[in-house]
Every structure is written in structure tokens, then in C-alpha cells.
């Protein structure tokens, strides 16, 4: 879907992203198969609910989730309530086909688990990201970054934005070089393959990350190569975010979240703010319009920290570069806010 850039206020025209719809479509569908049965729970009271819900419209599920809006008074309770239930939980992965596998990774880690065993797996999870600094993660970033665009002119800053983070990751927790198997992984990583897919390309580029990570198969390399996944996609949108809103990190947090929504299931009849949700449903729960960019409750995302102190080492690395396009294109995703490509012009070109 296509919105303007950004105008002094920071915010975007809801008439052209009405237009917008029809462009969106097409690409929306193609991410259906993982959410055919989903509804939307969204929230009312947040500037951007008008921009997200009509952005839901070309996934086809407008009405639900402007109906649910309305319901809610309270947004960020709201929110707050459906990611710290225990009746909803991450649609788990399944088990493990074969070790060092995209199978094996989603099986392995704390993203895909629930109760006792998430709060057992995120430790090792948590423990593995105490090596990552945030100071240092800011200087290799802004390190990598100089590297990358030293003399050019012009670039696409999201394809930056996408390379330097889980690099900067990578190399401050002394593992080899990614190289794109993160992008790789990073494909199906969330949602897994749809039956019958194969995973092939997925699962070579989780074995080459093991290796990177020591070639060890067990429950602390998985914990690190996620961490390289998951700093991935959101990563490189909060710093595409962050140039459009002037460069100011925290502030685009809040105001531009690059985290839209995540998905949930009902293990049992429940009901959130008084919206039934039936067991065995799978809900979309609104963050941006929450204020929830970083999540809440078990699954909240512990790389905050380092995941703001790479945005800013990239945009560091970016002083006084300017957008060299007039109109900014977004992934037709629901799940993520992020510009497909931002050409920039340096200063020193
Ligand atoms: C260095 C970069 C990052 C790392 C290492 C990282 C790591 C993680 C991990 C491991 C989880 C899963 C935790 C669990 O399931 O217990 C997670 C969840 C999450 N992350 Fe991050 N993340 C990064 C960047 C970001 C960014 C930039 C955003 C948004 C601006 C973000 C938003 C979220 C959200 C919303 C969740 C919760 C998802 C849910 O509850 O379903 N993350 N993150």
C-alpha cells in the first residue's frame, strides 16, 4: 500500500491511504493462508486506529475489527489483558522434524512456548542477550553502517536497515558473519512453513547459522540464532520509521511503531474485555494503536534496549542524509509497519 511521506505533524493522509487500498490488496492475500480464520482485535482511542483499521481492509476483515474498536474504551488495557492471559497463548510450533532446522529453531525457543517451559526457554534466551550491550551494539552499528555506505551517493536505506542489525548482533555476541540467512529464516520464521511447503532454502540457512553460532545443536545456539530472527524484520522498520520521523528513535517508538500486531490463541472459551473469543481461535491483537510497540506480558520483547541502540548506530552513521523520493511505499504486511525501500541521498555524495 502506498502513503505519503510524512508531513510536519508526522502524520499520514487518511484519504490517500484510503486509495492506497486497492494496491495493497493483491499482496495482502497472498498472506492469507496464515490467517483465513483470524479476526481482528483492535482498540479505539489511538491517532493511527483510522490509518491501521483502514490498512486491515485490504486483508479483508475491516468490519470485525472497526466493530471490535468501538468496543473497547481502553485500548492499552485492552491489549495489556489479551497478552498476559494465560487462555491466549502463541500459537505453538510444532515438534521438531530434524535438528538445526527452521523446524527445530521455532521448536527450540521461547518465542513458540507458553507457561512453565517460556519462562524456562526465555531464560536461556535472556541470559545469552546480557552479551549484547547496547553501547557497544550503537558503535558497531554505526561502524558497520559507515562501512556499508562509504562512497555512495545515493542508497535504498531499508536494504542498510535490514543488513546491520543482525550483523551488529552477530558479531557483538562473537558469532561468525550471518551473511542473508537471517533474511532467509526470517521469511517463515513467525508463522512457519503453510502445509505442505517446503523448507529447504530455510532449513540450509538455520544449519549455516548454527555453525556460525559454534555448531553446537542444542537449546542456547537455537536462543541465539533467534535472537539474530528476530532483531531482523522489526529492527529494520524502526529505523526506516525513525529517518521519516527526523531520526528521533523514542519518539517513533510511540508515535510511527514499526510492531503492528501479533497473533494469539484461545486454548479455551474466553473473553477479553468483553469480547468472546472462542477456544481454539486465533485473534489478532492490536499493539500500535495500544502503545504496546514492545509487546507485554511473558512474550514482551527483551531486545528493546538493543534493538533501539542499533537503530540509532545506523542513524548515526546517516547524519544529514536526506530522502531522495517523494512518496514512501510500505510492505503490504498486517503484522509490521515498514517502508519497502527509502532511497537517501549522503551528505558526503
Ligand atoms: C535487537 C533487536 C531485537 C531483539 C534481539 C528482539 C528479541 C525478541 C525476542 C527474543 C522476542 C520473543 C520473546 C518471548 O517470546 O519471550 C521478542 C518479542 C517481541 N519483540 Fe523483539 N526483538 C528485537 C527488536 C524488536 C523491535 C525493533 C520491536 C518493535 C519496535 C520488537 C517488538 C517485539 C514484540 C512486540 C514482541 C512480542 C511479540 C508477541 O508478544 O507476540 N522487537 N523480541
Known amino acids: 500500500m502506498l502513503y505519503p511521506r510524512r508531513n510536519r505533524g508526522g502524520r499520514f493522509s487518511k484519504k490517500a491511504a484510503k486509495a492506497?487500498?486497492?494496491?495493497?490488496?493483491?499482496?495482502?492475500?497472498?498472506?492469507r493462508r496464515a490467517s483465513s480464520s483470524i479476526r481482528a482485535i483492535s482498540a479505539a482511542g489511538s491517532p493511527f486506529i483510522n490509518r491501521r483499521v483502514i490498512a486491515s481492509a485490504c486483508g479483508g476483515f475491516a468490519v470485525r475489527a472497526a466493530a471490535l474498536a468501538r468496543a473497547w474504551a481502553s485500548s492499552w488495557s485492552a491489549g495489556t489483558?489479551?497478552?498476559?492471559?494465560?487462555d491466549l497463548i502463541v500459537p505453538p510450533a510444532p515438534p521438531a522434524p530434524s535438528p538445526a532446522s527452521l523446524g527445530w529453531l521455532r521448536a527450540s525457543v521461547a518465542r513458540f512456548h507458553s507457561g512453565a517451559e517460556h519462562v524456562r526457554s526465555r531464560s536461556v534466551l535472556t541470559a545469552a542477550l546480557e552479551r549484547a550491550d547496547p553501547d557497544r551494539l550503537r558503535e558497531v552499528a554505526r561502524r558497520r553502517t559507515a562501512e556499508l555506505l562509504d562512497g555512495a551517493t545515493e542508497v535504498d536505506l531499508?536494504?542498510?536497515a535490514y543488513a546491520v542489525p543482525a550483523a551488529a548482533l552477530a558479531e557483538v555476541l562473537g558469532l561468525g558473519d550471518p551473511g542473508g540467512d537471517v533474511a532467509v529464516v526470517a521469511r517463515l520464521y513467525l508463522t512457519g512453513p503453510a502445509d505442505g511447503e517446503a523448507a529447504v532454502d530455510e532449513d540450509?540457512?538455520?544449519?549455516?547459522?548454527?555453525?556460525?553460532?559454534?555448531?553446537?545443536?542444542?537449546e542456547e545456539t537455537a536462543a541465539v540464532v533467534a535472537l539474530l530472527v528476530q532483531a531482523y524484520g522489526a529492527t529494520a522498520a524502526l529505523i526506516?520509521?525513525?529517518?521519516?520521523?527526523?531520526?528521533?528513535?523514542?519518539?517513533?517508538?510511540?508515535?510511527?511503531?514499526?510492531?503492528?500486531?501479533?497473533?494469539?490463541?484461545?486454548?479455551v472459551d474466553t473473553s477479553v474485555d468483553g469480547i468472546h473469543i472462542g477456544a481454539g481461535e486465533v485473534v489478532w491483537v492490536d499493539l500500535a494503536s495500544a502503545d504496546l510497540t514492545f509487546g507485554a506480558g511473558p512474550h514482551a520483547c527483551p531486545g528493546a534496549d538493543q534493538a533501539k541502540a542499533v537503530a540509532r548506530g545506523v542513524l548515526d552513521a546517516l547524519a544529514g542524509a536526506t530522502l531522495a523520493e517523494d512518496t514512501v511505499e510500505y510492505l503490504p504486511?498486517?503484522?509490521v509497519k515498514a517502508p519497502t525501500r527509502l532511497r537517501v541521498?549522503?551528505?558526503?555524495?
Not at 541521498?345 to 555524495?349: E, I, K, S, T
Request: charged content about 20%.
Open 333 to 335: 504486511v498486517r503484522n
Open 345 to 349: 541521498r549522503l551528505p558526503h555524495g
Open 81 to 86: 489483558i489479551a497478552l498476559t492471559s494465560p
Open 20 to 31: 492506497s487500498c486497492a494496491s495493497g490488496e493483491a499482496s495482502v492475500s497472498s498472506n
Open 204 to 218: 540450509a540457512a538455520v544449519a549455516r547459522l548454527v555453525d556460525a553460532a559454534g555448531g553446537q545443536v542444542d
Open 240 to 267: 526506516g520509521n525513525a529517518f521519516l520521523g527526523g531520526g528521533d528513535v523514542d519518539r517513533t517508538v510511540h508515535d510511527d511503531p514499526p510492531t503492528l500486531a501479533t497473533r494469539r490463541l484461545a486454548t
Open 158 to 160: 531499508m536494504a542498510v
